[in-house]
């Protein structure tokens, strides 16, 4: 006998709402940029055209306003904590953001 698994048709239509699949803030520091891309970005396997990153937000506007649209625009949020991180408040502010 096989079991299917059922059809999870609302899921997939609320994941194509979002512009990307992951917003992910980091420090910006040698060590933390290694392990997003090295490790983090490399494991989960997604187009980096699903990925936006606190580094890669569009320049010009104000960060506060891209980190919110960050957070709003992505299926998942995913903070890298640091003792970098702690000391980056762009980095601190997404986390703060993500909480709210």
């Known amino acids: 006998m096989t079991i299917q698994a059922p059809d999870n048709h609302a899921s997939r239509s609320a994941a194509s709402h979002f512009a990307y699949d992951v917003f992910v803030v980091h420090a910006d520091a ?8 090295g490790y983090l970005l490399a494991n989960l396997g997604l187009a980096p055209e699903r990925v936006l990153r606190l580094q890669t937000l569009e320049l010009g506007l104000f960060i506060t306003k891209e980190i919110e649209r960050g957070v709003r625009s992505s299926r998942v949020t995913v903070v890298v904590l640091s003792a970098a991180h702690m000391d980056d408040h762009w980095a601190a502010f997404g986390e703060q953001l993500v909480a709210f």
């Open 30 to 37: 040698a060590m933390d940029e290694a392990f997003v891309n």
